[in-house]
């Protein structure tokens, strides 16, 4: 659809939302306009789609304007103007961006209470209830991460970007290896010598790691010697005294065995990610993942044997050859294993993954919103309270990925990285430090994205960490 913008330049504001509420591909006009009277400031949309216009107009007074009142303003117009043309009401109404629940944090952070959290999603954003209820239940659980934190708390992200096979539906930045593993020894030697310089510089700065959390790819792509020498160094190189949780990302049950996950238990990881994706074998080929069924369940049956206290699952709504059944089929196999979390994501076709090209036997926006809410009525009813949640573009039917706890045990990392709340220092390649500055704003370091880039530039990189380091004094 195309935008045009008059008396105004917040395209973002607009296009994210137009994006989030129409279709890619859909064939239309749109265009966003802000006037500029002596005593209101009045933003108007008008949208034509399939032979029919619709518009809508929201002021603000133009003593009052503020770039979030403006842009808001801008979003509820066109999203009044869009309301008039689409089949039904919008799940996140005005709101875009990958983050809805910042604006109820913010909120409750403030002294806002759940209650009126609830009635600023529906007055000013017009979310519907369901989304509503989301929204303020993750946020609760943030306020309480929040509570857990001091002034020199910080987050540790440990990137390994290796997976045996690469996942139709994956856009992340990762190495498939197969049998070919000559560049995990030289990326390993790089990512310690970070760790190394990382740890001096928190003892330095009086730092402390509150989560540590090694993700992927798929770290454990890692052979269990490999594994041990960098968990080694993690403990030789960070002082883990205030750490309240630390995480590897199995991810791949074909990278998981007893050995492996002992090794990683003895070296104090308390919670594992065994992530299926879907419990369907058929699924599982149709995505590209060499494992089945079976061995999903014996990674789990291991990872619990080997002592871990919790443990994360992840499904996807909407993957290839996947039915309504199916799907429920998954979700209730996942269920009866109780484990701390379970991750419920909704397919987001991306550049880079096989089936951003190559849409073939994905299920329909209908059969996927079908999905959703099987998932979010079922968890609920087996005692899961959702504790952080996330959008993307492109994502089947706009919905969002909903991380689900029981008995307390939200992932903190998952929290502390998504709303944003603290410093996340990011090692290894394809890794995003996000530093919090003593002035409030948040600054965002890129580690280079290719594991041979990583290695090549590593001097900057560590550079570069002395630099964010300095910023935090």
């Not at 060499?290 to 061995?295: F, G, P, V």
Request: net charge positive; charged share 25%.
């Amino acid at each position: 659809m195309k935008l045009t913008l008059v008396g105004h330049d917040d395209r973002y504001a607009v296009e994210q939302l137009q994006l989030a509420l129409f279709p890619e591909g859909s064939q239309g006009q749109a265009t966003s306009t802000l006037h500029r009277g002596s005593t209101w400031l009045t933003a108007t949309a008008k949208i034509t789609l399939e032979c029919k216009t619709a518009t809508a107009c929201r002021r603000i007074k133009a003593s009052e304007e503020t770039v979030r009142l403006r842009r808001r303003a801008l979003q509820q117009s066109y999203y009044l103007a869009a309301r008039q043309l689409l089949p039904e009401v919008p799940a996140w109404g005005a709101l875009a961006g990958v983050r809805p629940t910042k604006i109820t944090t913010k909120h409750m952070l403030e002294g806002g209470t759940p209650k009126s959290a609830d009635k600023l999603l529906r007055d000013v954003y017009y979310v519907t209830e369901d989304r509503r209820k989301l929204a303020v239940d993750c946020s609760l659980s943030t306020v309480r991460a929040a509570e857990l934190l001091e002034d020199h708390d910080l987050s540790v992200y440990i990137g390994i970007p290796f997976c045996p096979t690469r996942c139709a539906y994956c856009s992340f930045v990762s190495r498939t290896i197969g049998k070919k593993t000559e560049l995990l020894e030289p990326y390993l030697e790089a990512l310690l010598k970070e760790i190394q310089l990382t740890g001096k510089l928190l003892k330095d700065s009086g730092k402390q790691v509150r989560t540590l959390y090694i993700g992927g790819g798929t770290p454990t792509t890692l052979s269990t010697p490999q594994m041990i020498r960098l968990l080694d160094a993690i403990h030789e190189s960070f002082h883990l005294s205030r750490c309240l949780e630390f995480t590897v990302e199995g991810g791949r049950p074909d990278t998981l065995d007893a050995e492996k996950l002992l090794a990683i238990r003895a070296h104090g990881a308390d919670r594992m990610s065994i992530n299926p994706q879907t419990m369907e074998d058929a699924v599982l080929r149709a995505c590209g993942r060499i494992h089945k069924t079976e061995d999903i369940l014996r990674a789990y049956d291991q990872a619990v044997d080997a002592g871990f206290s919790a443990i994360n699952m992840d499904l996807i709504a909407g993957l290839p050859l996947d039915t309504l059944e199916g799907f429920c089929r998954s979700l209730d196999a996942v269920g009866n294993l109780r484990p701390a979390n379970i991750t419920v994501h909704t397919l987001a076709l991306k550049k880079g993954a096989d089936l951003f090209e190559r849409r073939e036997n994905l299920p329909d926006a209908d059969t996927v919103r079908k999905m959703v809410a099987y998932a979010n009525q079922s968890l609920r009813a087996w005692g899961y309270k959702p504790y952080y949640l996330y959008r993307q573009k492109y994502m089947s039917g706009s919905f969002e990925n909903v991380g689900w706890s029981r008995d307390g045990l939200d992932c903190l990392y998952n929290i502390y990285m998504m709303e944003e709340i603290h410093t996340i220092l990011s090692l290894g390649g394809g890794g995003m430090n996000k530093v919090n500055l003593p002035d409030g704003s948040l600054r965002r370091f890129h580690n280079p994205k290719f594991p041979e880039q990583y290695i090549e530039m590593l001097d900057s990189v560590l550079e570069q960490k002395r630099e964010l380091f300095s910023l935090m004094k």
